[in-house]
Every structure is written in structure tokens, then in C-alpha cells.
Antibody, heavy 125, light 106 residues
Framework: QVQLVQSGAEVKKPGASVKVSCKAS????????ISWVRQAPGQGLEWMGW????????NYPQKLQGRVTMTTDTSTSTAYMELRSLRSDDTAVYYC??????????????????WGQGTLVTVSS | EIVMTQSPATLSVSPGERATLSCRAS??????LAWYQQKPGQAPRLLIY???TRATGIPARFSGSGSGTEFILTISSLQSEDFAVYYC????????FGPGTKVDIK
């Protein structure tokens, strides 16, 4: 079955960077896009961006431009999300998600299925 | 950016009753609308995409309707495992989520 397994929880100081991994299995990695979504404690879902696992194209919301970088390693079917210049309000659970349709290798908007289990990133001095 | 709103914020329902959740988009998203269920400590789970297509393995008591700017998720007869938070998401232009509706036990 399709599965996304994320790396473990992280604790970082303000100003540091974090890199979260997301290993995919159960499907051909390069035929779908991957998106990242975060959820602050007790809050809703925020889309962080998309990467095409086919050609590496990315799309980020303006709010995170310059601080976030998404990459993939097709040899290991793994996606990565790096967030820099961390602040306390970056404390959240970070999810990767496989996008729903094969056209997601070319466009950033799609439904998400399935999701990884989530990675808690805590930013604290 | 397309803004999604959901109502009500909290819905109190008795087991076996029908639940109707609403989602509204600030501009037309056609039928590019998905619904997710999230339980405490878990990742969201896809229920509906394309406004009305049930995802694989989703029970028939979940149904979605609507297009354009107004959407509805209906749970025909609530089971104990259905008490959760439900989010809508538009994917017509980038991706944005609604703030969620919490369905709790009456």
C-alpha cells in the first residue's frame, strides 16, 4: 500500500534550520507530486508548498518564499523540506502528502492522499 | 488567495443522527474541493475529492455535494468513530484549507 514515513521529532533554537524527510513507498515516486502542510498546536492546516517528483519543479506560498526549500531524491523515493531562520511560530507538526492525481507532477494544486504520520518541530530557546 | 470558510465551527450530534457540514469559497473553485477527517494525534485522512467522489475505503455514509463556491459534507448516520475535525480544501488555485468543523458528541 502507499505509505509515507517521515523523520522524527526535532527541537531547534530560533534562527536555526530544520530538514524533515518523507520516504515514499508503494507507488512510482516520480509519477506524483508531493506537498507539505503544517499544523501549529491546536490550529488548522497550512499549505507550505509543492514539489514535482518528476522534474523537481516547486511552488511555495509567498509567506514562506526565501525560507523554505523542497527537494527530492528519486534514488531513494524521499522528499525533503528544509525551513530556515526558524521562529517560535514555526512550532508545528509538519506533514508530507502524496498528491492525488498524476497531473500533480505538472501542477501544484491537487488533493492529498495519503499523508505522512507527521513530524513535530519545536522551536524554543 | 482563495479564502475558505466552514460552518459551524462546532457541531454537536448524537450517534445515529445526520450531520451536515458547510464549506464556502471566496471565489469559484469549480469542483476542485476535497474533505478530510482528522482525529486527535493523527494525520488528516482524505474522505472526498472532486467535491463528491469518495476516496478509496471511505464508507458510503459520507457524501459530498456542491460546486462553485458552496459545498456540503453529509454524514448520514454518525458512528462513534466519526467524531473528529473535518477540513475542506480547495485545489483550484494552489491549495488552501478551511478552518475546520469539530463534530462532537451531543
Amino acid at each position: 500500500q502507499v505509505q509515507l514515513v517521515q523523520s522524527g521529532a526535532e527541537v531547534k533554537k530560533p534562527g536555526a534550520s530544520v530538514k524533515v524527510s518523507c520516504k515514499a513507498s508503494g507507488y512510482t515516486f516520480t509519477t506524483y507530486g508531493i506537498s507539505w502542510v503544517r499544523q501549529a498546536p491546536g490550529q488548522g492546516l497550512e499549505w507550505m508548498g509543492w514539489i514535482s517528483a518528476y522534474n523537481g519543479n516547486t511552488n511555495y506560498p509567498q509567506k514562506l518564499q526565501g525560507r523554505v526549500t523542497m527537494t527530492t531524491d528519486t534514488s531513494t523515493s524521499t522528499a525533503y523540506m528544509e525551513l530556515r531562520s526558524l521562529r517560535s511560530d514555526d512550532t508545528a507538526v509538519y506533514y508530507c502528502a502524496k498528491m492525488g492525481s498524476s497531473t500533480s507532477v505538472f501542477k501544484s494544486a491537487d488533493w492529498f492522499d495519503p499523508w505522512g504520520q507527521g513530524t513535530l518541530v519545536t522551536v524554543s530557546s | 488567495e482563495i479564502v475558505m470558510t466552514q460552518s459551524p465551527a462546532t457541531l454537536s450530534v448524537s450517534p445515529g443522527e445526520r450531520a451536515t457540514l458547510s464549506c464556502r469559497a471566496s471565489q469559484s473553485v469549480n469542483s476542485n474541493l476535497a474533505w478530510y477527517q482528522q482525529k486527535p494525534g493523527q494525520a488528516p485522512r482524505l474522505l472526498i475529492y472532486g467535491a463528491s467522489t469518495r476516496a478509496t475505503g471511505i464508507p458510503a455514509r459520507f457524501s459530498g455535494s456542491g460546486s462553485g463556491t458552496e459545498f456540503i459534507l453529509t454524514i448520514s448516520s454518525l458512528q462513534s468513530e466519526d467524531f473528529a475535525v473535518y477540513y475542506c480544501q480547495q485545489y483550484n488555485t494552489r491549495d488552501t484549507f478551511g478552518p475546520g468543523t469539530k463534530v462532537d458528541i451531543k
